[in-house]
């Protein structure tokens, strides 16, 4: 209702101030006063101009037309706006301020006009209930657009004290706060302060706020850069003697800032009502370079132009608009240069300079302490350099990818929203021809496609990032291996223990106590009259031998499962033939040959024969149960370079492997024992239909370890 209400007020006022704004603009100007270009009034032909008009076929009434048309053109966008933006259903509490905002810009005619259809009692009314929302609306909404917060968070005091000083000034008509008593200069002065740090917030914005309302912002931007600034220099140029002086230049010098407030209105309906509707990255761009040249150009003429028409004591001459002409050409090229740079490096970070974006990675991966915050360090310094709004990496875990570090410019919710809307540019990151993760990078906008520099510059990065992702998946591995090793000695540890307390230590209890038996049995007591009976003292002997000798095969069990004793007699190549015999004879269809490449190896760490004795004697017992195999093949092959390593092969030509594969706990198993090497082992099928088992244990890892 209240925006009805305000609609009813303003379209009345509006349609009642039309015809004396009509009349203002056919009069012609007597006075010198008229000469003045003033933005917010009806500007009147002076009789010189009115002479120019009827030589070129024109009337007045054509001016004042073509004057007040370009008045109603802004001011219908803003009201059509505004209907736009109080039909939408669910609106924030912003919208609905943009929305009489928009509003109260649909406001036809310049207050001087008003007064004149109403009573002199309602100009205070005006004032305050009009004018007052009018002006603060204005400077308000280049401070609180598209959220309705103050950020930088400083400016609000400055925003807040300026809205004080117009209502101060409406309601106190006359008095030193209403800037109509103030010297021109100053009132220009202090509203150019407050819209350009309005122009900075917007900017600031675009800059550090969140993805949502960044795309919006863009359009606002895009205004900024492409008509306000330009605009405000053509006002300057206004003041030039060409503008003052009675002729059709400045006849026709107010539509074109008209046009400059509607293509801000524009943006800034486009911005809430259709943010995606394109992507203007580009225009953005060429918006920032070439509104910032023209206004330097345009400022630097008229700083040439008036110093030299100062020094020279001259006006109007054509020499020294020369003079101001080349001046500007010199600087017109190397200045382009410079601002395209600039507007890049807003826009796009460091893309054009792959060499500070690699140096500067360089750095952050130098400064890193631990592993784990490499793979952070660079999506964070990746995201910032190229301004991106989200990056990660992903590293392989089977046949799948894991994100393990993730930058977003907005909030941690919107990162699901930034990947889905925008799409994302996937890199491998390969090391040593394997693809071990990938870098996945989301585009500036959405739709947006990466220009060829920055694919050139994503491939040199995620090549430094495979070595530093495969640091840190080494690192991962190494934290894991340490932590099975860990267990495994403690679960080792724990099996002794029990193997020890449970068994050893009962039976070693239960035989002394058998031999103090023993001992009394051959003694007898005399003193109770009881003999000696040696019969049943060797009896219990014999009963004690027989445990001692189960004991001791309990002892050669334990130490057996610590280290087999063969390896230590027979060596890896001698104690795997003897236990191919052993299982040829339990299995006589099947027959094992172990052979070896070179025939001599080379001495092997302990850990390595262990490891390799385990996984051949699984992998066999695999055989003879589930591959109803007639062949088995064990190799051993001794691998020189860096690291060293012993690769032992498993194959038979038995069923294979089904097709619905999981690994059990042998399985697992023979994998733990090569992980904890710093080793792999393989299981596939072979091409004639066996199964193959290669596992391969490099030296390097276990004496380092």
């Not at 803003?78 to 039909?87: A, D, G, M, N, P």
């Not at 007064?115 to 609180?144: E, G, K």
């Not at 400016?155 to 300026?162: E, H, Q, S, T, Y």
């Not at 995620?462 to 690192?475: K, P, S, T």
Request: with cysteine.
């Amino acid at each position: 209702m209240a925006w009805i209400g305000l609609a009813i007020i303003l379209l009345g006022t509006s349609i009642a101030a039309f015809p004396i704004a009509l009349q203002r603009a056919l009069t012609i100007c007597q006075s010198a006063d008229c000469l003045t270009f003033n933005v917010a009034v009806i500007n009147q032909p002076t009789p010189e101009e009115v002479l120019v008009l009827q030589q070129l076929g024109l009337s007045i009434g054509h001016y004042a037309i073509y004057q007040v048309a370009f008045v109603l053109l802004p001011c219908l966008l803003s009201f059509f706006v505004s209907v736009l933006l109080i039909w939408r259903p669910g609106q924030k509490r912003m919208v609905w301020f943009m929305a009489f905002t928009f509003l109260l810009w649909s406001w036809f005619f310049p207050p001087d006009i008003t007064y004149q259809v109403v009573p002199p009692s309602w100009h205070r009314f005006i004032n305050i209930f009009l004018l007052a929302p009018y002006y603060v609306t204005w400077q308000l909404m280049f401070f609180l657009f598209p959220d309705g917060h103050f950020a930088p968070r400083w400016v609000a005091p400055v925003a807040l004290g300026r809205v004080g000083l117009i209502v101060a000034g409406l309601l106190f008509p006359g008095s030193v706060l209403d800037e109509n008593t103030w010297p021109m200069w100053v009132g220009v002065a202090v509203n150019a302060s407050v819209i350009c740090l309005g122009v900075y917030c917007q900017f600031y914005k675009y800059r550090h706020g969140a993805l949502q309302h960044r795309r919006q912002t863009r359009w606002v931007v895009f205004s900024l850069s492409a008509v306000l600034v330009p605009g405000f220099l053509f006002l300057g140029l206004l003041s030039l003697p060409a503008f003052t002086q009675p002729s059709l230049l400045r006849l026709l010098a107010y539509p074109p800032f008209t046009l400059v407030i509607a293509g801000v209105y524009l943006s800034f309906a486009v911005s809430i009502l259709r943010h995606r509707l394109w992507d203007i990255y580009i225009i953005i761009n060429r918006a920032l370079v070439y509104g910032s040249l023209s206004a330097v150009v345009v400022g630097a003429y008229i700083m040439v132009v008036g110093a030299l028409s100062t020094l020279l004591y001259v006006h109007g001459s054509l020499f020294v608009s020369i003079l101001g002409t080349g001046v500007v050409a010199l600087l017109l090229v190397p200045l382009r240069e410079r601002l395209q740079r600039t507007a890049n490096r807003l826009m796009y970070g460091e893309r054009d300079d792959p060499h500070a974006v690699l140096s500067r990675l360089g750095q952050r991966l130098e400064e890193t302490l631990t592993p784990d915050m490499l793979l952070s360090a660079i999506v964070e310094t990746v995201a910032q350099a190229l301004r991106l709004p989200y990056v990660a990496i992903a590293l392989k875990e089977g046949e799948q990818f894991k994100t393990t570090a993730e930058y977003s410019a907005g909030q941690s919710t919107e990162r699901p929203f930034i990947v889905d809307e925008a799409g994302a540019l996937t890199l491998p990151l390969v090391h040593q021809a394997e693809t071990i993760g990938q870098l996945i990078v989301v585009s500036r906008a959405p739709g947006e496609e990466f220009s060829l520099a920055d694919h050139r510059l994503l491939a040199n990065i995620a090549h430094q990032a495979g070595m530093a992702a495969q640091a840190a998946r080494l690192a991962v591995d190494l934290q894991h291996s340490r932590k099975r090793l860990i267990t495994s000695r403690e679960e080792e540890r724990r099996r002794l223990r029990r193997d020890l307390h449970d068994g050893l230590g009962p039976t070693l209890a239960s035989h002394s106590f058998q031999l103090e038996e023993a001992i009394e049995l051959l003694a007898g007591d005399p003193d109770n009259g009881v003999a000696s009976d040696p019969i049943a003292a060797a009896a219990l002997l014999r009963d004690l031998k027989t445990q001692t000798q189960v004991m001791v095969a309990d002892i050669r069990r334990l130490i057996y499962q610590l280290r087999p004793p063969a390896l230590d007699e027979l060596g890896l190549l001698g104690a795997l033939r003897i236990q191919a015999v052993q299982l040829t004879k339990t299995n006589q269809e099947l027959h094992i040959a172990v052979e070896t490449a070179p025939a001599q190896l080379p001495p092997l760490p302990a850990a390595v024969e262990v490891a390799a004795y385990r996984i051949v004697l699984e992998a066999l017992t695999n055989v003879i149960r589930h591959a109803q195999a007639r062949r088995c093949r064990v190799h051993l092959s001794f691998i020189a370079g860096q690291p060293e390593m012993l690769e032992v092969t498993i194959m038979d030509d038995g069923l294979g492997l089904p097709s619905r594969f999981q690994a059990g706990i042998g399985l697992i198993s023979m994998r733990e024992r090569a992980e904890e090497l710093g080793g792999v082992c393989l299981i596939d099928s072979t091409a004639t239909g066996g199964t193959r088992v290669i596992a391969r244990l490099p030296f390097v890892s276990l004496e380092a370890s």
